[in-house]
């Protein structure tokens, strides 16, 4: 299977300090990976470089097209979805029209598919987006980003601050987007989502990737568990 997403020796800045120091990655058609590592390892910063909102250099290919470089719009209309961590609905627009305003022509994902996948969006499609809670507001971004068509999806913490029933729901639309063939890169800190998926697992340190491998196979590594990973919140059982 050729690789959807492949990233080679990418290195990226903040100004003058380098936070990414030589990044491999590589995403299948349909597959989903979680990015874990501690905090500051270079994770959000691989995520805005890859939506190219970081200068940055290096290879990175979408679909055998280069796109270190490209404007973040049309990294998007190329068919890559972001769903950052800090949600960015907006809070003075309704549910529904935050929905519409995400709305690409000819998309695989209507608004009917959107309250199919979180009911409680049309519930509450007249409530504007500042009124939601978090986890309503984090169904609101996937669901708004979905709505732009992406066969991949970037969505860095997911389950960041949810309560545990709210988790699963998002835990379980996740994987209805991956049986229709969209292709994640989630970024976590505790692999609670990436567990229920069953999702390949890159480790990041140091601004570079320090492990890749299945889920299942994360505990058998003792090392990267002491020195990468915080062994107390990261959802692994050893």
């Known amino acids: 299977m050729s690789a959807q997403l492949r990233i080679e020796d990418l290195r990226a800045w903040y ?11 590589c995403i299948d058609e349909g597959e989903a990976v979680a ?15 890859i939506m190219g909102l970081v200068r940055c250099a290096g290879d990175m290919r979408y679909r055998d097209v280069r796109i270190v470089g490209l404007r973040p719009h049309r990294i998007a209309r190329l068919g ?5 961590e800090t949600r960015d609905v907006f809070p003075a627009l309704t549910v529904r029209e935050n929905l519409v305003l995400g709305e690409r022509k000819g998309t695989r994902f209507t608004l ?4 199919r996948l979180f009911p409680v969006l049309e519930e509450r499609a007249s409530v504007k987006a500042g009124a939601l809670s978090g986890g309503e507001q984090q169904m609101l971004a996937l669901a708004r ?4 068509d992406p066969s991949l999806v970037v969505i860095d913490e997911p389950g960041e601050g949810l309560a545990p029933q709210v988790l699963t ?16 890169l989630l970024i976590e800190e505790r692999l609670t ?16 990737i320090q492990f890749d491998g299945p889920f299942a196979s994360v505990a058998e590594h003792g090392h990267v568990m002491r020195e990468w990973l915080a062994v107390g919140d990261s959802g692994v059982s050893s």
Not at 112 to 115: E, L, P
Not at 145 to 148: K, N, P, S
Not at 193 to 208: K, P, S, T, W
């Open 35 to 49: 990015l874990a590592g501690r905090n500051g390892s270079g994770r959000s910063t691989l995520a805005k470089a």
């Open 112 to 115: 009917d598919d959107a309250y």
């Open 145 to 148: 980003t979905l709505a732009g």
């Open 193 to 208: 989502i990436a567990r229920m998926l069953d999702a390949r697992v890159a480790v990041m340190g140091h601004g570079a």
């Open 80 to 84: 890559i979805g972001y769903v950052p």
């Open 15 to 25: 100004g003058a300090a380098q936070v990414l120091h030589g990044v491999n990655l």
């Open 169 to 184: 729901q998002v835990a379980a639309c996740l994987a209805t987007l991956r049986e229709r063939g969209v292709a994640m």
